[in-house]
Protein backbone atom coordinates (compact mmCIF):
# COMPACT_ATOMS: atom_id res chain seq x y z
CA UNK A 1 0.00 0.00 0.00
CA UNK A 2 1.11 3.54 -0.58
CA UNK A 3 0.24 6.72 0.82
CA UNK A 4 0.73 9.92 -1.34
CA UNK A 5 -0.77 13.30 0.50
CA UNK A 6 0.34 16.63 -0.46
CA UNK A 7 -0.54 19.82 0.89
CA UNK A 8 -2.41 19.14 3.80
CA UNK A 9 -2.63 20.59 7.07
CA UNK A 10 -2.08 18.17 10.20
CA UNK A 11 -4.48 18.26 13.00
CA UNK A 12 -3.93 15.80 15.99
CA UNK A 13 -6.75 13.31 14.94
CA UNK A 14 -5.72 13.03 11.26
CA UNK A 15 -1.98 12.54 12.25
CA UNK A 16 -2.86 9.86 14.75
CA UNK A 17 -5.29 8.18 11.64
CA UNK A 18 -2.91 8.53 9.25
CA UNK A 19 0.72 6.51 11.95
CA UNK A 20 -2.20 3.75 11.81
CA UNK A 21 -1.79 3.96 7.88
CA UNK A 22 1.58 4.02 7.53
CA UNK A 23 2.60 1.33 9.39
CA UNK A 24 1.95 -1.22 6.51
CA UNK A 25 2.79 1.40 3.66
CA UNK A 26 5.37 0.14 1.41
CA UNK A 27 5.59 4.19 0.20
CA UNK A 28 4.75 7.18 2.29
CA UNK A 29 4.91 10.92 0.46
CA UNK A 30 3.86 14.00 2.99
CA UNK A 31 5.22 16.62 1.10
CA UNK A 32 4.33 20.33 2.34
CA UNK A 33 2.03 18.92 5.12
CA UNK A 34 2.95 21.35 7.57
CA UNK A 35 5.26 18.53 9.90
CA UNK A 36 7.78 19.76 12.12
CA UNK A 37 10.86 18.19 14.39
CA UNK A 38 8.05 16.10 16.71
CA UNK A 39 6.63 14.72 14.04
CA UNK A 40 9.66 13.12 13.01
CA UNK A 41 9.81 11.12 16.61
CA UNK A 42 6.51 9.25 15.37
CA UNK A 43 7.90 9.00 11.53
CA UNK A 44 10.69 7.33 13.30
CA UNK A 45 8.75 4.60 15.06
CA UNK A 46 6.58 4.38 12.01
CA UNK A 47 10.26 3.65 10.17
CA UNK A 48 11.37 1.02 13.16
CA UNK A 49 7.88 -1.28 12.90
CA UNK A 50 7.28 -1.23 9.16
CA UNK A 51 10.53 -3.22 7.51
CA UNK A 52 8.32 -3.32 4.78
CA UNK A 53 8.70 0.40 3.83
CA UNK A 54 11.48 1.35 1.15
CA UNK A 55 10.47 4.67 0.12
CA UNK A 56 10.12 8.20 2.14
CA UNK A 57 9.17 11.57 1.15
CA UNK A 58 8.42 14.60 3.68
CA UNK A 59 9.70 17.25 1.27
CA UNK A 60 8.94 21.05 2.28
CA UNK A 61 8.24 20.51 5.17
CA UNK A 62 9.66 22.43 8.91
CA UNK A 63 11.83 19.45 10.45
CA UNK A 64 14.85 20.59 10.81
CA UNK A 65 18.23 19.40 12.29
CA UNK A 66 16.32 18.41 15.10
CA UNK A 67 13.67 16.38 13.39
CA UNK A 68 16.26 14.69 10.97
CA UNK A 69 18.15 13.13 14.13
CA UNK A 70 14.94 11.80 15.31
CA UNK A 71 14.02 10.27 12.16
CA UNK A 72 17.83 9.17 11.36
CA UNK A 73 17.05 6.96 14.35
CA UNK A 74 14.51 4.87 12.63
CA UNK A 75 16.69 4.52 9.74
CA UNK A 76 19.67 3.22 11.84
CA UNK A 77 17.24 0.69 13.16
CA UNK A 78 18.59 -3.03 11.84
CA UNK A 79 14.98 -3.53 10.69
CA UNK A 80 14.70 -0.79 8.11
CA UNK A 81 15.06 -1.86 4.67
CA UNK A 82 14.55 1.94 3.17
CA UNK A 83 15.50 2.81 -0.74
CA UNK A 84 14.45 6.08 -1.31
CA UNK A 85 14.68 8.99 1.18
CA UNK A 86 13.60 12.66 -0.14
CA UNK A 87 13.92 15.48 2.47
CA UNK A 88 14.08 18.43 -0.22
CA UNK A 89 13.65 21.99 1.75
CA UNK A 90 13.16 20.90 5.00
CA UNK A 91 15.23 23.64 6.80
CA UNK A 92 18.30 21.74 7.23
CA UNK A 93 21.79 22.44 7.82
CA UNK A 94 25.18 21.42 7.87
CA UNK A 95 24.12 19.88 11.38
CA UNK A 96 22.20 17.43 10.27
CA UNK A 97 25.05 15.64 7.63
CA UNK A 98 26.39 13.64 10.24
CA UNK A 99 23.66 12.31 11.16
CA UNK A 100 22.84 11.68 7.44
CA UNK A 101 26.80 10.52 7.23
CA UNK A 102 25.84 7.56 9.85
CA UNK A 103 22.84 6.30 7.74
CA UNK A 104 24.64 6.13 4.54
CA UNK A 105 27.67 4.55 6.34
CA UNK A 106 24.89 1.45 8.08
CA UNK A 107 22.42 1.49 5.71
CA UNK A 108 23.10 -0.64 2.32
CA UNK A 109 19.66 -0.54 1.40
CA UNK A 110 19.33 3.19 0.81
CA UNK A 111 19.88 3.78 -2.77
CA UNK A 112 18.13 7.33 -3.34
CA UNK A 113 19.00 10.56 -0.84
CA UNK A 114 17.35 13.94 -1.99
CA UNK A 115 18.34 16.83 -0.14
CA UNK A 116 18.16 20.01 -2.44
CA UNK A 117 17.09 23.10 -1.37
CA UNK A 118 18.60 22.94 2.35
CA UNK A 119 21.29 25.53 3.71
CA UNK A 120 23.89 22.08 4.51
CA UNK A 121 26.62 24.32 2.45
CA UNK A 122 30.12 22.98 1.51
CA UNK A 123 30.99 21.84 5.01
CA UNK A 124 28.16 19.70 5.36
CA UNK A 125 28.41 17.88 1.80
CA UNK A 126 31.94 17.54 2.87
CA UNK A 127 30.61 15.35 6.08
CA UNK A 128 28.01 13.52 3.36
CA UNK A 129 31.19 12.40 1.62
CA UNK A 130 32.68 10.81 3.74
CA UNK A 131 29.28 8.59 4.25
CA UNK A 132 29.96 7.63 0.72
CA UNK A 133 32.74 6.28 0.86
CA UNK A 134 31.81 4.10 3.40
CA UNK A 135 32.18 0.61 1.50
CA UNK A 136 28.72 -0.24 2.92
CA UNK A 137 27.00 2.75 1.07
CA UNK A 138 25.25 1.52 -2.04
CA UNK A 139 23.69 4.91 -3.09
CA UNK A 140 22.74 5.50 -6.64
CA UNK A 141 21.59 8.62 -6.68
CA UNK A 142 22.60 11.97 -4.76
CA UNK A 143 20.18 15.69 -5.14
CA UNK A 144 22.52 18.48 -3.86
CA UNK A 145 20.77 20.86 -5.30
CA UNK A 146 20.47 24.48 -4.00
CA UNK A 147 22.81 23.32 -1.16
CA UNK A 148 25.02 26.30 -1.69
CA UNK A 149 27.89 24.74 -2.38
CA UNK A 150 30.82 26.51 -3.58
CA UNK A 151 33.89 25.09 -5.59
CA UNK A 152 35.81 23.68 -2.73
CA UNK A 153 33.48 20.98 -2.57
CA UNK A 154 34.70 18.95 -5.51
CA UNK A 155 38.13 18.01 -4.25
CA UNK A 156 35.72 15.52 -1.77
CA UNK A 157 33.27 15.19 -4.47
CA UNK A 158 35.97 13.74 -6.62
CA UNK A 159 37.32 11.64 -3.32
CA UNK A 160 33.83 10.01 -3.17
CA UNK A 161 33.27 9.58 -6.67
CA UNK A 162 36.46 7.66 -7.18
CA UNK A 163 35.32 5.39 -4.10
CA UNK A 164 31.66 4.84 -4.94
CA UNK A 165 31.00 2.41 -7.95
CA UNK A 166 26.97 2.47 -7.27
CA UNK A 167 26.50 6.36 -8.23
CA UNK A 168 24.47 6.79 -10.90
CA UNK A 169 23.06 9.91 -11.04
CA UNK A 170 24.57 13.11 -9.57
CA UNK A 171 21.98 16.28 -9.21
CA UNK A 172 24.28 19.70 -8.62
CA UNK A 173 22.33 22.50 -10.51
CA UNK A 174 21.95 25.72 -8.57
CA UNK A 175 25.46 25.88 -6.83
CA UNK A 176 28.33 28.69 -7.33
CA UNK A 177 30.73 26.00 -8.35
CA UNK A 178 32.11 28.01 -11.24
CA UNK A 179 34.36 26.96 -14.62
CA UNK A 180 37.72 25.62 -12.20
CA UNK A 181 35.53 23.34 -10.24
CA UNK A 182 33.36 22.08 -12.97
CA UNK A 183 36.98 21.45 -14.93
CA UNK A 184 38.27 19.82 -12.05
CA UNK A 185 34.83 17.68 -11.17
CA UNK A 186 34.68 16.36 -15.14
CA UNK A 187 38.85 15.36 -14.31
CA UNK A 188 37.40 13.32 -11.63
CA UNK A 189 34.41 11.91 -13.71
CA UNK A 190 36.14 10.53 -16.48
CA UNK A 191 39.05 8.72 -13.72
CA UNK A 192 35.91 7.63 -11.64
CA UNK A 193 34.74 3.89 -10.97
CA UNK A 194 31.63 4.80 -11.09
CA UNK A 195 29.40 4.40 -14.19
CA UNK A 196 27.40 7.85 -13.89
CA UNK A 197 24.24 7.97 -16.42
CA UNK A 198 22.86 11.55 -15.18
CA UNK A 199 24.50 14.57 -14.17
CA UNK A 200 22.98 17.69 -13.88
CA UNK A 201 24.82 21.32 -13.63
CA UNK A 202 22.45 23.58 -14.14
CA UNK A 203 23.18 27.32 -13.04
CA UNK A 204 26.50 26.74 -12.18
CA UNK A 205 28.38 29.88 -13.44
CA UNK A 206 29.60 27.47 -16.26
CA UNK A 207 30.66 29.34 -19.49
CA UNK A 208 32.65 28.06 -22.87
CA UNK A 209 35.50 27.50 -20.31
CA UNK A 210 34.84 24.10 -18.75
CA UNK A 211 33.18 22.94 -22.14
CA UNK A 212 35.92 21.10 -23.22
CA UNK A 213 36.10 19.21 -20.27
CA UNK A 214 32.34 18.32 -19.85
CA UNK A 215 33.00 16.89 -23.65
CA UNK A 216 35.42 14.89 -22.34
CA UNK A 217 33.37 13.15 -19.82
CA UNK A 218 31.04 12.82 -22.75
CA UNK A 219 33.58 10.88 -24.77
CA UNK A 220 34.58 8.66 -22.33
CA UNK A 221 31.75 8.12 -20.12
CA UNK A 222 29.59 5.56 -22.47
CA UNK A 223 27.57 5.58 -19.61
CA UNK A 224 26.43 8.89 -19.20
CA UNK A 225 22.51 8.90 -21.25
CA UNK A 226 21.44 12.41 -19.21
CA UNK A 227 23.21 15.76 -19.43
CA UNK A 228 21.85 19.35 -18.46
CA UNK A 229 23.85 22.73 -18.23
CA UNK A 230 20.95 24.67 -18.80
CA UNK A 231 21.12 28.46 -17.48
CA UNK A 232 24.76 28.58 -18.10
CA UNK A 233 26.41 31.23 -20.23
CA UNK A 234 27.90 28.55 -22.65
CA UNK A 235 27.57 30.26 -26.16
CA UNK A 236 27.80 29.11 -29.26
CA UNK A 237 31.74 28.37 -28.70
CA UNK A 238 30.80 26.38 -26.06
CA UNK A 239 28.75 24.50 -27.59
CA UNK A 240 30.73 23.29 -30.41
CA UNK A 241 33.16 22.48 -27.84
CA UNK A 242 30.44 20.07 -26.49
CA UNK A 243 29.31 18.53 -29.84
CA UNK A 244 32.47 17.16 -30.53
CA UNK A 245 31.93 14.88 -27.10
CA UNK A 246 28.40 14.54 -28.40
CA UNK A 247 29.30 13.21 -31.78
CA UNK A 248 32.18 10.94 -30.64
CA UNK A 249 31.21 7.20 -30.94
CA UNK A 250 31.68 6.50 -27.18
CA UNK A 251 29.01 8.93 -26.11
CA UNK A 252 25.22 7.70 -25.99
CA UNK A 253 23.54 10.68 -24.72
CA UNK A 254 19.71 10.41 -24.70
CA UNK A 255 18.74 13.53 -22.94
CA UNK A 256 20.04 16.89 -23.37
CA UNK A 257 19.30 20.06 -21.66
CA UNK A 258 20.42 23.24 -22.61
CA UNK A 259 18.16 25.61 -22.09
CA UNK A 260 19.24 29.47 -21.57
CA UNK A 261 22.62 29.05 -22.94
CA UNK A 262 22.92 32.24 -25.25
CA UNK A 263 22.80 30.00 -28.30
CA UNK A 264 21.89 31.10 -31.91
CA UNK A 265 21.16 29.80 -35.12
CA UNK A 266 25.09 29.19 -35.40
CA UNK A 267 24.87 26.40 -32.65
CA UNK A 268 21.88 25.19 -34.84
CA UNK A 269 24.36 23.77 -37.26
CA UNK A 270 26.06 21.60 -34.92
CA UNK A 271 22.98 20.96 -33.26
CA UNK A 272 21.16 19.62 -35.94
CA UNK A 273 24.58 17.28 -36.65
CA UNK A 274 23.96 15.89 -33.37
CA UNK A 275 20.30 15.13 -33.99
CA UNK A 276 20.75 13.73 -37.11
CA UNK A 277 23.34 11.12 -36.63
CA UNK A 278 22.89 10.46 -32.53
CA UNK A 279 20.27 7.62 -32.99
CA UNK A 280 20.31 7.55 -28.72
CA UNK A 281 19.39 11.13 -28.49
CA UNK A 282 15.81 11.30 -27.80
CA UNK A 283 15.08 14.35 -25.87
CA UNK A 284 16.76 18.02 -26.34
CA UNK A 285 15.35 21.23 -24.85
CA UNK A 286 16.49 24.37 -26.38
CA UNK A 287 14.34 26.85 -24.21
CA UNK A 288 15.25 30.31 -24.17
CA UNK A 289 17.85 30.27 -26.58
CA UNK A 290 17.58 32.71 -30.01
CA UNK A 291 17.63 30.75 -32.37
CA UNK A 292 14.98 32.35 -34.53
CA UNK A 293 13.73 31.02 -37.73
CA UNK A 294 17.03 30.30 -39.38
CA UNK A 295 17.95 28.44 -36.65
CA UNK A 296 14.71 25.83 -36.15
CA UNK A 297 14.62 25.12 -39.73
CA UNK A 298 18.13 24.16 -39.26
CA UNK A 299 17.03 21.72 -36.71
CA UNK A 300 13.92 20.47 -38.87
CA UNK A 301 16.00 19.35 -41.36
CA UNK A 302 18.37 17.44 -39.18
CA UNK A 303 14.51 16.09 -37.59
CA UNK A 304 14.11 14.66 -41.13
CA UNK A 305 16.91 12.52 -41.50
CA UNK A 306 15.91 8.97 -41.37
CA UNK A 307 18.54 8.35 -38.48
CA UNK A 308 17.21 10.50 -36.14
CA UNK A 309 15.22 9.45 -33.68
CA UNK A 310 14.50 12.33 -31.39
CA UNK A 311 11.13 12.52 -29.79
CA UNK A 312 11.05 15.63 -27.65
CA UNK A 313 11.99 18.79 -28.81
CA UNK A 314 11.41 21.94 -26.72
CA UNK A 315 11.74 25.06 -28.63
CA UNK A 316 10.26 27.43 -26.46
CA UNK A 317 10.60 31.38 -26.36
CA UNK A 318 13.42 30.54 -28.90
CA UNK A 319 12.34 34.07 -31.34
CA UNK A 320 10.15 32.14 -33.45
CA UNK A 321 7.85 33.17 -36.24
CA UNK A 322 5.38 32.19 -38.55
CA UNK A 323 8.28 32.18 -40.85
CA UNK A 324 9.58 28.70 -39.81
CA UNK A 325 6.10 27.10 -39.54
CA UNK A 326 6.49 25.71 -42.95
CA UNK A 327 9.87 23.70 -42.06
CA UNK A 328 8.29 22.56 -38.84
CA UNK A 329 5.12 21.13 -40.75
CA UNK A 330 7.61 19.56 -43.47
CA UNK A 331 9.73 18.14 -40.75
CA UNK A 332 6.16 16.39 -39.01
CA UNK A 333 5.30 15.22 -42.11
CA UNK A 334 8.36 12.84 -42.02
CA UNK A 335 9.26 12.37 -38.49
CA UNK A 336 7.72 9.67 -37.32
CA UNK A 337 9.59 9.08 -34.09
CA UNK A 338 8.77 12.76 -32.38
CA UNK A 339 6.15 12.78 -29.69
CA UNK A 340 6.17 15.96 -27.91
CA UNK A 341 6.70 19.25 -29.12
CA UNK A 342 7.16 22.50 -27.01
CA UNK A 343 6.12 25.22 -29.56
CA UNK A 344 4.92 28.10 -26.62
CA UNK A 345 6.14 32.06 -26.26
CA UNK A 346 7.05 32.05 -30.15
CA UNK A 347 5.26 34.50 -32.66
CA UNK A 348 3.92 32.14 -34.73
CA UNK A 349 0.11 33.37 -34.92
CA UNK A 350 -2.65 32.04 -36.83
CA UNK A 351 -0.98 31.60 -39.95
CA UNK A 352 1.73 29.81 -38.42
CA UNK A 353 -1.11 27.74 -37.29
CA UNK A 354 -2.37 27.12 -40.88
CA UNK A 355 0.72 26.04 -42.00
CA UNK A 356 1.03 23.66 -39.09
CA UNK A 357 -1.88 21.89 -40.06
CA UNK A 358 -0.51 19.84 -42.90
CA UNK A 359 2.16 18.10 -41.41
CA UNK A 360 0.15 17.57 -38.11
CA UNK A 361 -2.67 15.84 -40.18
CA UNK A 362 0.23 14.05 -42.12
CA UNK A 363 -0.36 10.11 -41.59
CA UNK A 364 3.55 10.25 -40.58
CA UNK A 365 2.85 12.55 -37.84
CA UNK A 366 2.63 10.97 -34.32
CA UNK A 367 2.85 13.55 -31.97
CA UNK A 368 1.05 13.70 -28.56
CA UNK A 369 1.63 16.25 -26.91
CA UNK A 370 1.68 19.93 -29.11
CA UNK A 371 2.32 23.49 -26.56
CA UNK A 372 1.04 26.46 -28.01
CA UNK A 373 1.10 28.74 -25.15
CA UNK A 374 1.13 32.58 -25.75
CA UNK A 375 1.61 32.06 -29.71
CA UNK A 376 -0.12 34.70 -30.65
CA UNK A 377 -3.22 33.25 -31.12
CA UNK A 378 -6.86 34.13 -31.65
CA UNK A 379 -10.33 32.50 -32.17
CA UNK A 380 -9.02 32.54 -36.22
CA UNK A 381 -7.33 29.81 -35.96
CA UNK A 382 -9.39 27.77 -34.14
CA UNK A 383 -11.38 25.60 -36.74
CA UNK A 384 -7.97 24.54 -37.48
CA UNK A 385 -6.89 23.68 -34.30
CA UNK A 386 -10.46 21.68 -34.32
CA UNK A 387 -10.05 19.90 -37.00
CA UNK A 388 -6.88 18.40 -35.58
CA UNK A 389 -7.91 17.35 -32.51
CA UNK A 390 -10.41 15.42 -33.59
CA UNK A 391 -8.52 14.35 -36.72
CA UNK A 392 -5.51 12.96 -34.80
CA UNK A 393 -6.20 10.75 -32.53
CA UNK A 394 -2.65 9.71 -31.24
CA UNK A 395 -2.72 13.72 -29.86
CA UNK A 396 -3.70 14.05 -26.06
CA UNK A 397 -2.36 17.06 -24.74
CA UNK A 398 -2.77 20.38 -26.20
CA UNK A 399 -1.31 23.50 -24.13
CA UNK A 400 -3.12 26.87 -25.52
CA UNK A 401 -2.42 28.82 -22.28
CA UNK A 402 -2.10 32.97 -22.74
CA UNK A 403 -3.75 33.26 -26.37
CA UNK A 404 -6.67 35.28 -27.15
CA UNK A 405 -9.13 32.36 -28.03
CA UNK A 406 -12.51 34.47 -25.75
CA UNK A 407 -15.64 32.46 -26.43
CA UNK A 408 -15.51 32.28 -30.06
CA UNK A 409 -12.47 30.42 -30.29
CA UNK A 410 -13.34 28.24 -27.05
CA UNK A 411 -16.90 26.97 -28.91
CA UNK A 412 -15.01 25.63 -31.66
CA UNK A 413 -12.63 23.68 -29.28
CA UNK A 414 -15.24 22.56 -27.16
CA UNK A 415 -17.27 21.34 -30.34
CA UNK A 416 -14.17 19.09 -31.12
CA UNK A 417 -13.57 18.00 -27.64
CA UNK A 418 -17.49 16.47 -27.68
CA UNK A 419 -16.32 14.56 -30.86
CA UNK A 420 -15.81 10.81 -30.43
CA UNK A 421 -12.91 11.02 -32.25
CA UNK A 422 -10.79 13.68 -29.96
CA UNK A 423 -8.93 11.90 -27.77
CA UNK A 424 -7.71 14.51 -25.66
CA UNK A 425 -6.93 13.78 -22.46
CA UNK A 426 -5.46 17.39 -21.08
CA UNK A 427 -5.82 20.97 -22.38
CA UNK A 428 -4.35 23.51 -20.77
CA UNK A 429 -5.70 27.06 -20.43
CA UNK A 430 -4.51 29.10 -18.46
CA UNK A 431 -5.21 33.15 -18.73
CA UNK A 432 -7.36 32.41 -21.76
CA UNK A 433 -10.77 34.85 -20.45
CA UNK A 434 -13.83 33.66 -21.53
CA UNK A 435 -17.75 33.84 -20.38
CA UNK A 436 -19.56 32.57 -17.18
CA UNK A 437 -21.87 30.40 -19.57
CA UNK A 438 -18.53 29.11 -21.66
CA UNK A 439 -17.15 28.58 -17.57
CA UNK A 440 -20.57 26.12 -17.23
CA UNK A 441 -19.78 24.57 -20.83
CA UNK A 442 -16.57 23.64 -20.23
CA UNK A 443 -16.76 21.99 -16.80
CA UNK A 444 -20.17 20.22 -18.14
CA UNK A 445 -17.95 18.88 -20.85
CA UNK A 446 -15.03 17.94 -18.20
CA UNK A 447 -17.92 16.08 -16.35
CA UNK A 448 -19.06 14.34 -18.88
CA UNK A 449 -15.80 12.60 -20.28
CA UNK A 450 -13.47 11.82 -17.51
CA UNK A 451 -10.64 10.92 -19.02
CA UNK A 452 -10.43 14.75 -20.18
CA UNK A 453 -8.49 17.04 -17.89
CA UNK A 454 -8.69 20.92 -18.60
CA UNK A 455 -6.58 23.18 -16.61
CA UNK A 456 -7.20 26.77 -16.81
Not at 224 to 239: A, E, F, T
Not at 241 to 246: D, H, K, R
Not at 297 to 310: H, I, V
Not at 311 to 328: F, N, S
Amino acid sequence: MELDIQCEEMNPARWAELLSIMKTCKAIRLDDCSLSSSDCKDLSSVINANPSLTELKLNNNELGDAGIEYLCKGLLTPSCSLEKLWLQNCNLTSASCETLRSVLSAQPSLTELHVGDNRLGTDGVKVLCQGLMNPSCKLRKLQLEYCELTADIVEDLNAALQTQPSLKELSLSNNTLGDTAVKQLCRGLVEARCDLELLHLENCGITSDSCRDISAVLSNKSSLIDLSVGDNKIGDSGLALLCQGLLHPNCKIQKLWLWDCDLTNVSCKELSRVISTKETLIEISLIDNNLRDAGMEMLCQALKDPRAQLQELWVRECGLTTACCKAVSSALSVNKHLKILHMGENKLGDAGVELLREGLLHPNCNLQSLWLGNCDLTADCCTTLATIMVSKQCLTELDLSYNTLEDDGMRKICEALRNPNCKLQQLILYDIFWSAEMDDELRALEESKPELKIIS
